[in-house]
């Protein structure tokens, strides 16, 4: 994809706050001195089987670009493609109904849609939100000293492979889908209120994907705490079992030149850092004094409260994984 867009045109406005020229998360758009567009737009085949599920996880997914920025939603539209006369409507109409629950959950409303007939059922939105001009919290600001947040556990990739499988208990797939459709509303109302200076939300890339492009846009090297890592149950066992998405291969073959992984680093976990999520957390830089209060703050919402990582100047590689 940054093959094609690298012969696109960028669009050139004194109100394009930022577009997609920048490896980030949403386009803003500036429309007076307190109020900038956030927009975005996210869409994939199921990763679950229960249609409802599967809505509100795409939902979830594509409301996250808009958290990130430090954005709040307010409008969404039904992205569809569905095999009509393959699948009975009824399929359809229980995942347009858990995409509208979820963005209602998040205070947004879902205003309309497109649809197409299509061979793979496919699904997603375009999300609206809203952002102070002079608030946007980009994947580009990460200074020197801050230290990293993740607010999600790792590992969605590899449990939904060995659920394709039929390879995890009920209890496992209920976790996850629970997971992956937990809004990122808390996290960024959190990272807004305490003035982080970037973030991202993890998600096809893998952490170090989407760790990669904030050190890259904020000319700095990360250090990433393999050990301090959340990782959601059972996934270390299921990752040495090989359910390694396809994905997963894909950012290692590229992030390899840019990565210094410790000798020794427990090989599961390592694939887990490579591991393509789907609607993942944020990853969040927070300067150092506003660290305790911050941590404090995600432990009193019952979010992952563990520092994950450190901004340094940069180095000869962009990433660095430390074993602990």
């Known amino acids: 994809m940054?093959?094609?867009?690298?012969?696109?045109?960028?669009?050139?406005?004194p109100d394009l706050l930022v577009g997609f020229n920048k490896a980030d998360d949403a386009g803003v758009y500036r429309?007076?001195?307190?109020?900038?567009?956030?927009?975005?737009?996210?869409?994939?085949?199921?990763?679950?089987?229960?249609?409802?599920a599967f809505g509100q996880i795409a939902a979830a997914n594509a409301l996250s670009d808009v958290y990130a920025m430090g954005g709040v939603p307010l409008t969404a539209l039904n992205i569809v493609g569905f095999p009509a006369g393959v699948m009975p409507a009824a399929i359809l109409t229980d995942i347009l109904r858990g995409g509208s629950?979820?963005?209602?959950?998040?205070?947004a409303v879902v205003v309309g849609g497109h649809s197409i007939k299509d061979k793979e059922l496919k699904y997603g939105l375009a999300i609206t939100g809203v952002v102070h001009p002079d608030k946007v919290i980009t994947?580009?600001?990460?200074?020197v000293g801050d230290l990293l947040f993740l607010t999600k556990p790792l590992g969605t990739g590899i449990i939904a492979t060995a659920i394709k499988r039929n390879a995890v208990d009920n209890s496992l797939a209920d976790l996850l889908i629970a997971q992956m459709a937990t809004l990122n509303r808390v996290s960024s109302q959190l990272m807004v209120r305490f003035e982080a200076?970037?973030?991202?939300?993890?998600?096809?890339?893998?952490?170090?994907?989407?760790?990669?492009?904030?050190?890259?846009?904020?000319?700095?090297s990360i250090r990433l705490f393999a050990d301090a890592l959340p990782l959601c149950p059972e996934v270390?066992?299921?990752?040495?079992?090989?359910?390694?998405?396809?994905?997963?291969?894909?950012?290692?073959?590229?992030?390899?030149?840019?990565?210094?992984?410790?000798?020794?680093?427990?090989?599961?976990?390592?694939?887990?850092?490579?591991d393509p999520q789907t609607s993942g957390g944020l990853l969040i830089a927070v300067a150092p004094q506003c660290a305790d209060e911050?941590?404090?703050?995600?432990?009193?919402?019952?979010?992952?409260?563990a520092i994950v990582g450190q901004v340094t100047a940069r180095q000869n590689v962009t990433l660095i994984i430390e074993a602990g």
């Open 294 to 305: 911050f941590q404090s703050a995600l432990r009193d919402n019952q979010l992952p409260d």
């Open 101 to 107: 629950d979820k963005v209602e959950e998040a205070g």
């Open 2 to 13: 940054a093959e094609a867009l690298a012969g696109v045109p960028h669009s050139s406005h």
């Open 197 to 220: 200076h970037a973030a991202t939300d993890i998600t096809g890339f893998g952490l170090l994907g989407h760790a990669f492009e904030m050190a890259t846009g904020s000319g700095v």
């Open 31 to 52: 429309l007076n001195s307190t109020q900038a567009l956030v927009q975005t737009v996210d869409f994939f085949p199921p990763i679950v089987d229960d249609p409802y």
């Open 139 to 143: 994947n580009s600001g990460a200074r």
């Open 236 to 274: 270390m066992l299921l990752a040495g079992e090989g359910f390694n998405p396809g994905g997963a291969n894909d950012n290692r073959s590229f992030l390899q030149t840019h990565v210094s992984i410790a000798p020794g680093l427990n090989r599961n976990l390592e694939h887990i850092l490579f």
